[in-house]
């Protein structure tokens, strides 16, 4: 069961947005005027456990939402250093949350935040949410450990939602900075892992900015490649 009053719109210093997926809770909550990054907070009502992915700023913040209940991972999509600048207060209020990243990009991680990454993950490995699991899928081309989360159990939902960091936008992929080499491989991995794999009904999370669903975007991906970034 998926509830319909989620839209995904969220902004710095608003409201969070909250989904109901089956037994799981997803919290959107906006963080940083200036970078205006996504946190996320998947929570299991089965056994009261917590997933944060990407703990991007304003730590008393995502504390908050976090609460009393375990935080059992933090996982940071990436290594650019909007989206871990809150790791390091995360990490010391729950020193029981296992960090986790992308094996490529765990290093610059850890020497850009101080805090080791206990779980270096890669291509098909999970990461517990309760009793459901996030399908990690390496995207690399915005950083070389990019990694996007993908939630697909019918069980809980009857399409499956996928976490994209910023690998994947409504109206692009994610920037690589004039880097042509770079560009080509995130573009082909976003084809071949995500759209490829992935039905249209797919719902996916980014970095920043709102929500959007696969088969929306499918049609522009030839457009995507021609304009490049």
């Not at 210093?13 to 200036?34: H, I």
């Not at 205006?36 to 703990?55: M, P």
């Not at 690399?140 to 450990?145: D, E, L, N, R």
Request: net charge negative.
């Amino acid at each position: 069961m998926v509830n319909e009053t989620y839209t995904g719109s969220v902004s710095p210093g608003g409201d969070p947005d909250v989904r109901t997926l089956g037994c799981l809770t997803l919290t959107k909550v906006a963080v940083d005027e200036q970078m205006s990054n996504n946190c996320y907070l998947l929570h299991c009502s089965e056994t009261d456990e917590v997933v944060l992915v990407d703990a991007a700023a304003e730590p008393s913040r995502l504390l908050e939402i976090i609460g009393d209940r375990s935080l059992t991972s933090i996982v940071t999509t990436h290594q650019h250093w909007d989206h871990h600048r809150a790791l390091a207060a995360v990490k010391a209020a729950h020193p029981g949350a296992t960090v986790v990243a992308g094996i490529p990009d765990a290093d610059a991680i850890e020497e850009q935040t101080g805090v080791p990454v206990e779980r270096r993950v890669g291509e098909g490995d999970k990461v517990a949410v309760g009793t459901c699991d996030l399908i990690v899928i390496p995207v690399a081309g915005h950083t070389p450990g990019s990694i996007c989360l993908l939630l697909d159990d019918a069980e809980v939902a009857p399409t499956p939602h996928l976490f994209t960091g910023d690998c994947l936008f409504p109206g692009g992929v994610g920037a690589t900075f004039g880097d042509a080499e770079a560009f080509t491989q995130l573009i082909g991995d976003v084809e071949t892992r995500i759209f490829d794999r992935l039905p249209d009904e797919t719902w996916f999370y980014p970095g920043h900015g709102d929500d959007g669903v696969l088969g929306d975007q499918r049609p522009h991906l030839a457009e995507w490649r021609e304009r490049g970034w």
